[in-house]
């Protein structure tokens, strides 16, 4: 297993015991450039900071990189390589 994959595992098991403070809130799945300036530091500060999975939700955003939303407080979109364009 990849550690992604175990990330993700760990995630789900903290899913089933917690219900995490962006549960319902549609901002967590947008595109950051979809938000108003300074909307994903005010959510990192006021939702992300408090939830009892926020180390979880991390841990899993640092191995797998996902494209969209905020995971922990931030985005973790890939940035193209400075030889690509």
Sequence with gaps: MSRASDALTNLAQALNDHDPACRD???????????PPGE???IGLTICRPCPLRTTCREYAETAKPPA??????????????DQP
């Design 25 to 35: 809130d549609p901002r967590f799945t947008l595109d950051h450039d979809q938000l």
């Design 69 to 82: 939303g905020i995971w922990a407080g931030r985005t973790y979109q890939r940035r193209p390589r400075k």
């Design 40 to 42: 994903v530091a005010h």
